[in-house]
């Protein structure tokens, strides 16, 4: 078996609020292999951004590692303490680029300069070497007239050029690992195509290992060769793209991939998931999704499920895949996936 | 023949301005004409800055108008209006908002939300059947009316655009303009809504207006679909019949960039680039066209010839 | 293993799931909470009652005196002038013989009253002018124009030149804060209006057809109880304050109505003799207090009434 790149074991984190505290992550595993593209999907609240903060060490104030591990080159990064030991990582082996481009840039400064900046941080380079260098990251990813780009401010920029420079600055110290953490939510479908099209290019020419943060299953197609299900803290379901569309197997992966529009039918209702996330001040005891699912177990209320593995790739978190469970299909709506989608995209 | 359906809603030759100081002012709708039929659900498809929620609040009078007309049952609403009907359109047309995290008043609870309406036309006879009214209307969005003595922030973000739905219903409205109600919703939640849309359409024979850039829900939800781009119409048909037979290029382009959630296919697909410039409109204008019936494109003569040919 | 039993199919309500996790909330009692878990803005809270209530009572305390009384030598028949505090005036006496005790609780007095007076006035007319001038758009030329021409001629001036004109007394004071006091509180509340205006719920409301009135007091001024508390908080002290210069340039409230502002005055006349120093030192005391518990428990208040603080 192919080492991990990057590998977290039941990792916990916490957050004060107001003297109450609140678990984000519950016991979370999940590892990252060189090379790969992983797209981490839930819910707002799973914990999918948090997850992926405690990776560069950005949890606000309020937030801790409670316990578990974030091995990364040879060092459990959840031991880290301070910007001192973080800043050996957070930038330059590990690079973040979030949903809004504008709370990533300086909006006073032009865009060259923001970027010229990053390098001379990260790299030997400095002066007009480091100028070049931005240049030329400016105009790898896909900037027409790098140079006359370079003397202009941010909002001369449009959503989709914006978040081009933000992953030219995060790409400005060659990371190992690039986090994009909905990375085209805030942009159009035709732009949202060129900025997953620029990643994967990226990612071919520096070998880059990419996560990427969705709540979007048509991204995760896109994009990613393994996907992780997050809900209420904790990984679900994890594995091979392939097998998380066309062999899921937690409830909780059912349920979203059957309230998908594409497969509804016209004047008949879609398959919705009822109830509430859970409120993650309170102890959650047992399976956390079992009160919103149909096929939930009597032990789903009593006890947490541990991982099933399904396959060596596959693993997921539900008491249904125990041999002493009754056997229960996935629901019609989502067998036959592909054909279903073929039918629809057929009509174009 | 069919029977012809009456029109509920009209739009002719729309414009909408806003000005930005003394500069010239930013055209954000221009010359937008379309019907909406009572019962059916009209869908406006477009990017972001592309005019499609100028047009929903100009039909709600948010947004001033710099030209053209909007009719509500045959009759003008923008501009100087009656005060009946200003009263009438105020109760028939109501408008669900996109962020239910920014459309609910943080400091008022449920209760006044939902009733903020009826305070303002008076629809009831004494606080009792006003709360009941209010409790229907809770009800009629699958929450419960106990939650009226609550605030906005207790609830998740599908509560709070069903909140948003209730404070709309309780109006009895005819027609509702619903902007991008659950884009800003998680994906398990969206069905939610999208199902309590249509049950309502069905138990009040409401007719809507769905504003939406993703295209996927649109052809779920829509009967007829209208596209639009940088403030003017490129093509408007039945959905399924758009959804078939796009004609229009930057329809086309949209179509090819809509996510599919299977890896092979959506790996594999081809995204067609949609040019603004590749159209010939420097001695023949463009003009909108019903190329088949009900199918409408935007397009110049030889366009518009090779539209049909396309077609045939 | 009993465990076996446990897998069958649970028979739940999952509409159950829709009722759980929320608790009972309410705006003010949780900004109360908020409040009270700032000790230090809670100490000041605390401090101020206790000055309130002990300015309030302090006249019918036994053994007062009369803060402009000039007590005499029981044997000279000579004014008591400058005595030093002690066991007989605990603050000692003023360069006429009078109780400085008596006379700072009642400037006290006084000058808290101005302070409130002002603040409240300068505060509601502020607000009034404010939310209109953001909120109507027809006002907004009017009203910008009316901002122009009075925050061109500095506030100074014409509260100088009103205390000027007037006879001297409180009324004389509030009115001289009053009149263009409100102008900079009009104008940081149409800022605030104007950034919450266009929010969705606000269009929200509009479509509904809820009247301009009705959207002002539900819809803008809710929001803005943070802002308009920590506002109303430091316009005392800044009243007080400038009560305390219109009595430096010679404008202020007569002596036989004593204030900080006099107080201080008289203080700062002697401040280079250092045994007279504390006819300077104790009513400077009361003010800086004053305001220090102001600025602190309008800043907590502030971030308590904020409801993005609530849990």
Known sequence: ?348 | ?312 | MEEQALFVLAERDVADAERSGYSDYSYWGSTIRVFMKNYAAVFCLGLLIVLLVFIMVQPYLPAQRDPNEIHLSQETFRQLRNVRPGAEFWFGTNSIGQDLWARIWSGTRTSLGIGIAVASWNVLIGIIVGTLWGYVRKLERVLTEVYNVLDNIPSTIIMTLIAYMLRPSISTMVIAMGVTGWVPVSRFIRTQVIIIRDREYNLASRCLGTPTGRIITRNILPYLVSVIMLRFALAIPGAIASEVFLTYIGLGLPLHIPSLGNLINEGRQLMMIPVMRYQLIFPSVVVSLITISFYVMGNAFSDAADPRNHV
């Not at chain 1, 007009?128 to 003397?151: C, D, F, S, T, W």
Request: proline content about 6%; overall charge neutral; hydrophobic content about 40%.
């Open chain 2, 1 to 312: 023949m069919p029977i012809e359906r009456e029109v509920l809603m009209e739009v002719k030759n729309l414009r909408v301005e806003f000005k930005g100081g003394s500069k010239k002012p930013f055209v954000a709708v221009d010359d937008v004409s379309f019907k909406i039929y009572r019962g059916e659900t009209f869908g406006l498809v477009g990017e972001s800055g592309s005019g499609k929620t100028s047009i929903g609040r100009a039909m709600v009078r948010i947004n001033e108008v710099a030209g053209g007309e909007i009719l509500f049952k045959g009759q003008r609403i923008n501009g100087l209006i009656s005060r009946e009907l200003d009263r009438e359109v105020t109760q028939k047309i109501q408008m669900i908002f996109q962020d239910p995290m920014a459309s609910l008043n943080e400091r008022a609870k449920v209760d006044y939300i939902v009733a903020e309406g009826l305070y303002n036309t008076k629809a009831y006879q004494s606080e009792a059947e006003r709360k009941a009214m209010v409790s229907q209307a809770l009800l009629a969005v699958g929450l419960l009316p106990e939650f009226a003595s609550r605030f906005p922030h207790e609830f998740s973000g599908g509560q709070r655009q069903r909140i948003g739905v209730a404070r709309a219903l309780v109006m009895q409205p005819e027609f509702i303009i619903a902007d991008e109600p659950i884009s800003s919703l998680d994906v398990s939640i969206r069905a939610q809504v999208l199902n309590l849309l249509s049950e309502l359409q069905q138990q009040r024979s409401l007719t809507y207006m769905f504003i939406a850039h993703d295209l996927s829900v649109v052809r779920f939800i829509t009967d007829r679909v209208a596209v639009i781009n940088r403030g003017q119409l490129v093509e408007l048909a039945d959905t399924e019949e758009l959804f078939a037979n796009p004609l229009h290029p930057y329809t086309r382009s949209l179509l090819s960039a809509v996510p599919i959630p299977d890896p092979a296919l959506e790996q594999a697909k081809v995204i067609i680039p949609y040019d603004p410039l590749g159209h010939d409109y420097a001695v023949h204008k463009p003009l909108w066209v019903e190329v088949t019936p009900k199918h409408f494109v935007l397009g110049n003569a030889a366009e518009i010839k090779e539209y049909r040919q396309r077609l045939a």
């Open chain 1, 1 to 348: 078996m192919e080492q991990p790149l990057l590998s977290v074991s039941d990792l916990y984190i916490k957050f004060s609020l107001r003297g109450r505290v609140l678990t984000a992550i519950r016991g979370a595993s999940l590892d990252l292999y060189a090379g790969e593209t992983l797209a981490i999907v839930g819910e707002s609240g799973s914990g999918k951004t948090v997850l992926t903060k405690s990776f560069v060490g950005m949890l606000d104030a309020n937030g801790w590692v409670d316990a578990g591990f974030i091995r990364f080159a040879g060092q459990d990064l959840a031991k880290y303490r301070g910007d001192g030991q973080w800043r050996t990582i957070r930038g330059k082996k590990i690079a973040m680029v979030f949903q809004d481009p504008m709370t990533a840039l300086n909006p006073l400064r032009t865009v060259g300069l923001q970027i010229k900046e990053t390098v001379e941080l990260h790299t030997p380079l400095r002066g007009m070497a480091a100028k070049n260098r931005a240049i030329e990251l400016l105009a790898q990813v896909g900037i027409a007239q790098p140079e006359q780009r370079y003397h202009q401010y941010p909002h001369e920029f449009s959503g989709g050029m914006r978040q081009r420079v933000v992953i030219a600055i995060a790409m400005s110290c060659s990371p190992q690992i690039l986090i994009c953490d909905e990375p085209t939510t805030a942009l159009d479908v035709t732009i949202q195509a060129q900025i997953l099209d620029l990643i994967r290019q990226l990612q071919a020419e520096y070998n880059l290992t990419v996560i990427y943060i969705t709540h979007d299953l048509g991204v995760v197609a896109n994009v990613a060769s393994r996907v992780a299900v997050m809900y209420a803290g904790e990984i679900v379901e994890c594995g091979q793209s392939r097998e998380i569309f066309y062999n899921a197997q937690h409830p909780y992966t059912w349920a979203l991939l059957s309230s998908l529009p594409q497969l509804g039918i016209k004047g008949q209702p879609l398959f919705s998931i009822q109830g509430t996330p859970p409120n993650l001040f309170a102890e959650i005891k047992g399976d956390a999704y079992a009160p919103r699912n149909p096929y939930a177990l009597e032990i789903d209320f009593v006890k947490r499920p541990p991982c099933f593995q399904v396959s060596p790739t596959h693993y997921a978190r539900t008491w249904l895949l125990d041999e002493r469970a009754p056997r229960i299909d996935p629901p019609e709506a989502i067998k036959h996936l592909r054909a279903k989608f073929v039918e629809g995209a057929a009509c174009r």
